[in-house]
């Protein structure tokens, strides 16, 4: 996966319209067709290889489900708003709804990159990439 240059100094641009729409939120749903689904495996394996990489890169969860549920939540937004500011409005609302556990910047960063990969739709890292350059 790539990385996302641009996101760490855009995400403290502040976006206080986007934050409090409510519609901002990730909607707990689960993405058909996913990247991790076209490269053959199937969704349960998709959830644990999107966990197993949270893991790795240090992004901290305490309930698997829920990650998994704004996991895909995530990668629909991004779906619908592959943009600098889609990004940065969702990494500003994974920090401020995960302060209580020191949910950095770069976990946010992370948090997007791994979901994008695993459960957004084919092509959308290319996408978010190009955006956030």
């Known amino acids: 996966?790539?990385?996302?240059?641009?996101?760490?100094r855009a995400v403290f641009v502040v976006l206080a319209s986007f934050l409090s729409v409510s519609s901002m939120t990730p909607p707990l749903a689960r993405?058909?067709?996913?990247?991790?689904?076209?490269r053959g495996f199937d969704l349960a394996t998709c959830d644990q290889y999107f966990l197993d990489d949270l893991r790795k890169r240090g992004v901290p969860f305490t309930d698997?489900?829920?990650a998994?549920?704004?996991g895909h939540g995530t990668a629909d937004y991004l779906t619908q708003h592959p943009t600098m500011k889609g990004i940065t409005a969702i990494a500003n609302r994974l920090i401020k709804d995960n302060s209580n556990v020191n949910f950095t910047?770069?976990?946010a960063v992370n948090f997007i990159k791994v979901s994008a990969h695993y459960y957004g739709p084919p092509g959308l890292e290319e996408q978010l990439e190009a955006a956030a350059s």
């Open 68 to 70: 998994i549920r704004i």
């Open 1 to 8: 996966m790539k990385t996302f240059t641009m996101i760490p």
């Open 64 to 66: 698997p489900g829920a």
């Open 31 to 38: 993405a058909e067709g996913t990247a991790c689904e076209s």
């Open 105 to 107: 910047v770069q976990n």
